[in-house]
């Protein structure tokens, strides 16, 4: 899944594409290097950003959207919290629904995914942006995703959301300290007992800086390349990511190592 931020605040990318048409030459250039999907965002959900409002975030999104329509062969995610720009986004060719918040932001969310029959990404968050840090306390922080994730998916069917519509992310970065988010990766693993597709987005993240020190995000890349493809040998079935090109060989080579694996006779 490749990452277009049209944000001018984005934690990862500077805010390069802003312009519309600077994010929808990208989009297609992570197509042809390999994108499977491709995931547009309209408002920065860093730890402290302050909230976009929905008409500017629509506006944001919208020329991205429209540009793209008839350019793509893969699925357009539109990564955002508000039933609004969900609808709209969905009107305007999108087909997955990311919310960081798993449906628990906007209350109307829910209802427009399951009318639309949209995917829906539930990803593992706890709190506003402004206050995810004060929510990271943890006893089994695997034990503890799976358990609010399982509740999501509750949630997301009693309003009425195909099971087989929902892909579950287990929220690196968000509502997670460093020593969390290293936690949920090396046990991602866990979150198999959903039986949903497991989505899993470390890319430049900043609690790769515990491993790699200070530095900005776009010199994470190695970095990245190593939790990627740790998210695919513990079971993630797709990866979330800002350097498409680079990331494609890491994940090719991950599955590859990963299917050898499972045809092995012996256990590690």
């Given amino acids: 899944m490749g990452i277009v931020n ?7 990318d500077g805010g390069v594409r802003f312009d519309p048409d600077v994010a929808i ?3 297609v250039k992570m197509v042809d290097a390999g994108a499977d999907l491709i995931d547009i965002g309209g408002e920065s959900t860093r730890p402290g950003a302050p909230p976009v409002p929905t008409e500017e975030e629509f506006r944001r999104v919208t020329p991205v959207l429209e540009g793209l329509r008839a350019r793509l062969t893969v699925p357009v995610s539109i990564d955002t919290y508000k039933a609004q720009v969900a609808e709209r986004a969905l009107d305007l060719g999108a087909t997955i629904v990311n919310d960081i918040s798993a449906l628990m932001y906007d209350a ?13 990404v539930l990803m593992h968050n706890r709190g506003r942006s402004a206050q995810m840090y004060a929510e ?21 069917e009693r309003a009425g959301i195909a099971r087989e519509a929902i ?13 969390h988010s290293f936690e949920a990766l090396a ?25 790699l020190g200070d530095g900005p995000a776009h010199e994470r890349l190695w970095g990245s390349a190593a939790a990627v ?4 040998l513990f079971g993630a079935h797709i990866v979330r990511v800002h350097d498409v090109t680079e990331m ?14 499972k045809s092995s006779k012996f256990e590690v």
Avoid: M, W
């Fill in 108 to 120: 109307d969310l829910a209802a427009v995914v399951a009318r639309r029959r949209a995917a829906v």
């Fill in 229 to 232: 493809t740790a998210a695919v």
């Fill in 136 to 156: 990271a306390t943890y006893q089994d922080v695997a034990a503890e995703i799976v358990r609010e994730l399982r509740d999501r998916i509750v949630a997301a």
């Fill in 248 to 261: 494609v060989q890491v994940v090719r080579v991950a599955d590859r190592i990963r299917a050898d694996r």
């Fill in 187 to 211: 046990n991602l693993q866990a979150l198999a007992s959903l039986d949903r597709p497991i989505l899993c987005g470390p890319s430049r993240k900043s609690f790769l800086r515990a491993a």
């Fill in 167 to 179: 892909v579950v992310d287990p929220g690196l970065g968000f509502a997670k300290r460093a020593e």
């Fill in 6 to 12: 049209v944000t001018p605040d984005s934690f990862a």
């Fill in 25 to 27: 030459a990208d989009a």
